[in-house]
């Protein structure tokens, strides 16, 4: 079993930057695969990107291609995602994912524990 907690979401200008953090509990946490997803009002969930158990991989959705970064750092049991040059499309709650293979899925069904999700607002 594994519980994700996110943090570090809040409110930013257009353009400005927010670092999302996922600490993840238990000892395993460097065989999984991971990753963050969000979900606007009214909108459904989406993939954003993935990573790796090892970080060698990683996987963005083309909406945040160049302007995220996804890594992780197993020692710390944590994920992170640094958002750059937001925009107010990117508001939403923002959800991190794990699953206990290496296969890395864009798929949200193919995760099986997920977070409480952080909310990120962008004013234009």
């Known amino acids: 079993q594994v519980q994700l907690v996110e943090s570090g979401g809040g409110l930013v200008q257009a353009g400005g930057s927010l670092s999302l953090s996922c600490a993840a509990s238990?000892?395993?946490?460097?065989?999984?695969?991971m990753g963050w997803f969000r979900q606007a009002p009214g909108k459904e969930r989406e993939f954003v990107a993935a990573?790796?158990?090892?970080?060698?991989?990683?996987y963005y959705a083309d909406s945040v291609k160049g302007r995220f970064t996804v890594s992780r750092d197993n020692a710390k049991n944590t994920m992170y995602l640094q958002m750059n040059s937001l925009k107010p499309e990117d508001t939403a709650v923002y959800y991190c994912?794990?699953?206990?293979?290496?296969?890395?899925?864009?798929?949200?069904?193919?995760?099986?524990?997920w977070g409480q999700g952080t909310q990120v607002t962008v004013s234009s």
């Open positions: 994912a794990a699953r206990p293979y290496a296969y890395i899925p864009r798929t949200q069904d193919l995760y099986h524990y």
């Open positions: 238990g000892r395993t946490f460097s065989s999984y695969a």
């Open positions: 990573i790796s158990w090892s970080a060698g991989t990683t």
